[in-house]
Each structure stands twice: as C-alpha cells, then as structure tokens.
T-cell receptor, first 109, second 112 residues
Framework: RKEVEQDPGPFNVPEGATVAFNCTYS??????FFWYRQDCRKEPKLLMS???SGNEDGRFTAQLNRASQYISLLIRDSKLSDSATYLC??????????FGTGTRLLVSP | NAGVTQTPKFQVLKTGQSMTLQCAQD?????MYWYRQDPGMGLRLIYY???????DKGEVPNGYNVSRLNKREFSLRLESAAPSQTSVYFC???????????FGPGTRLTVT
C-alpha cells in the first residue's frame, strides 16, 4: 500500500463549480499535513497546511480526519487559474515529507 | 529574495558521464533537500541536510552524492549517470520553525 494515495483524476469542472479531493495516508504516526499545488512543468508550491480542526483560506478549505487517516481539499467557486495538480503531502518525521502522486484539476470556461 | 535557485535548468548526459546540480537559497533556511520526480510517482527524497555540515540519505540515495557547502548551497552529484536517473530534480529548503518546504524551479535531466 502506498504511504499516500490520491485519485489521479483528472477532475473536469466548469468555472464556478465546487470540487473536492481526498487523500488517504497509511502511517498513523504522521505528524503534519499539507496540500501543495503544482502547475505543469513547474515546481510544487505550498497551498496550505491542514489542521485537525479544519482550516480555510479564501475559497480553499482543508480537513483532516486522523481516525480515518484521510485529508480533503475543497475548492469553491473554481477559477480557470485553479487548473493544476494538487499534491497531498504528509510529514512522517521532522525532515521527511511523503508526497502523493497528485490529483489533476481542469477548470473549463 | 530569489528564494530557491537551481542550475542548470536542462541537461542531457550520456551514460557514464558525471555532473553536479547546484542549488542555493537566500532565505536563511537550515534544512535543504533534493528530490526527484518521475511520471506516475510522487516526489521522492534523495538526500537532505538538516544543517550546515550534515547530510543524510533519503528514500532513493543510490547513485548520488551531496555536499552542503555552506548554509546557502546544497549540491547533488551524479558520478556515473545512468538512464534510470532521467528525471526532474527539485531542490527545496525549509525554515525549521515553520511548516512546509519551498522548492526551486527544477532541473530536467535526460541520460541517454
């Protein structure tokens, strides 16, 4: 079983739609969690950290369920510029991040 | 601030050739990392350096060496390149007091 699993997609949504991605992780001792965004042929960029209480940053909401070992990302009012690959990332120790393979989102006009 | 910079952006090597990928950060971060990214796989950690003067192996260190030259610079060396090392290489850095890592723009390496 992969340490971090994501649906590769692509998720095709129209502008203005709400879309959600999930991610599961296998290591119950994982310490912290993140969503990164990666545009085609570019470097990953930190989108947001994920906290147990859930957290929101504008149109983006992240949730963590430690009991079920999954993380979610909800994007409201999708924009064309949200088209990218979203990477679920788990910190299994202080220095080691484990990256999912990413979920591809395509937002169309 | 330039953030994390990497050179070169692109490189083509023949099997058996050697090269060094350079990485520098100007954010005064303690920790630095080298990853490779291959299609269908998540980023995989090659080596990391928790502080100047220390380096440790990651998930896929075979065929690579690293040097943490100073706090700013962390280089990755391929002594004898193999086609299996064809990949995109990303350098990253982190402030130990904050979550998340910051990535450079990547080096696209092809080994023929």
């Amino acid at each position: 079983r992969k340490e971090v699993e994501q649906d590769p997609g692509p998720f095709n949504v129209p502008e203005g739609a709400t879309v959600a991605f999930n991610c599961t992780y296998s290591n119950s001792a994982s310490q912290s969690f993140f969503w990164y965004r990666q545009d085609c042929r570019k470097e990953p960029k930190l989108l947001m950290s994920v906290y147990s209480s859930g957290n929101e940053d504008g149109r983006f909401t992240a949730q963590l369920n430690r009991a079920s070992q999954y993380i979610s990302l909800l994007i409201r009012d999708s924009k064309l510029s949200d088209s990218a690959t979203y990477l679920c990332v788990v910190n299994i120790s202080f220095q080691k991040l484990v990256f999912g393979t990413g979920t591809r989102l395509l937002v169309s006009p | 601030n330039a953030g994390v910079t990497q050179t070169p952006k692109f490189q083509v090597l023949k099997t058996g050739q050697s090269m060094t990928l350079q990485c520098a950060q100007d954010m005064n971060h303690n920790s630095m990392y080298w990853y490779r990214q291959d299609p269908g796989m998540g980023l995989r950690l090659i080596y990391y350096s928790a502080s100047e003067g220390t380096t440790d192996k990651g998930e896929v260190p075979n065929g690579y060496n690293v040097s943490r030259l100073n706090k700013r610079e962390f280089s990755l060396r391929l002594e004898s390149a193999a086609p299996s090392q064809t990949s995109v290489y990303f350098c990253a850095s982190r402030d130990n007091r904050a979550p998340g890592q910051y990535f450079g723009p990547g080096t696209r390496l092809t080994v023929t």
